[in-house]
């Protein structure tokens, strides 16, 4: 069965104080990987698809890294803004390519 | 644009009602799916139409009814729910490629459903 673990549940940074969020899963054969973001009481935004490991995505102050057992999404000088839940989920091989397995989510607080 | 449309934001229902709820997408994708959010948890699939197709039903009970029109429009019909059934239903497309590896799915911002 797949499984997607992240960690921490809930992470308050300071304004600019860098930090990382991880995402551990267990898939027969990883089709991709998916970050998003969510406001509360707002839908899912997309972040970044990787694929493989060594793959590597950057978006303003999100980095997201890939290798064959975890995923990190790093925070470099966050802002208030970046306030959020951060979703990661996985597409397997052996299941439907429509089905995304989602982890719990990391809430982070951003203080000014 | 990578806009998906949920309407309507709100709803309030009693336990007799029919309502619907109604996700369109103009980005020519062919997947589309409906998932239910209950508070602090993560998206739950509840249904994928693959081609206006269903695909995939997470043995979602009946009185959930999913349509689609056409490739543009998504329908998640109501009838005789449970005040449990309160959640964000949120809806998604992505865009089908060969050998299954779908494309990242966009989701719309949800539609909030109180069943009273």
């Known amino acids: 069965e797949d499984q997607v673990t992240q960690s921490p549940e809930a992470l308050r940074l300071q304004e600019g104080e860098s930090s990382s969020l991880n995402c551990s899963y267990t898939v027969s054969g990883l089709r991709g990987l998916f970050w998003y973001r969510q406001d509360p009481g707002k839908g899912p935004e997309f972040l970044f698809t990787?694929?493989?490991a060594g793959e590597e995505k950057e978006k303003e102050r999100l980095k997201a890294t890939l290798t064959k057992k975890e995923s990190f999404l790093h925070i470099t000088a966050p802002k208030p803004e970046d306030s959020a839940t951060y979703l990661c989920a996985v597409q397997a091989f052996k299941t439907s390519g429509s089905r995304l397995t989602f982890g719990e989510g990391t809430q982070l607080t951003v203080n000014p | 644009d990578t806009e998906v449309t949920q309407t309507p934001k709100h709803l309030v229902m009693g336990m007799t009602n029919k309502k619907s709820l109604k996700c369109e997408q103009h980005m020519g994708h062919r997947a589309m799916y409906w998932y239910k959010q209950k508070a602090k948890k993560p998206p739950e699939l509840m249904f994928v139409y693959s081609y206006e197709k269903l695909s995939i039903n997470e043995s979602v009970p009946s009185r959930f009814s999913p349509e689609c029109p056409n490739s543009s429009l998504l329908n998640l019909h109501l009838h005789a729910l449970q005040p449990e059934d309160s959640a964000l239903y949120l809806c998604?497309?992505?865009?089908?490629?060969?050998?299954?590896?779908?494309?990242?799915?966009?989701f719309g911002q949800g539609t909030r459903l109180t069943v009273v």
């Open positions: 998604a497309s992505s865009q089908m490629r060969l050998m299954g590896r779908n494309t990242e799915a966009f």
């Open positions: 990787l694929y493989s």
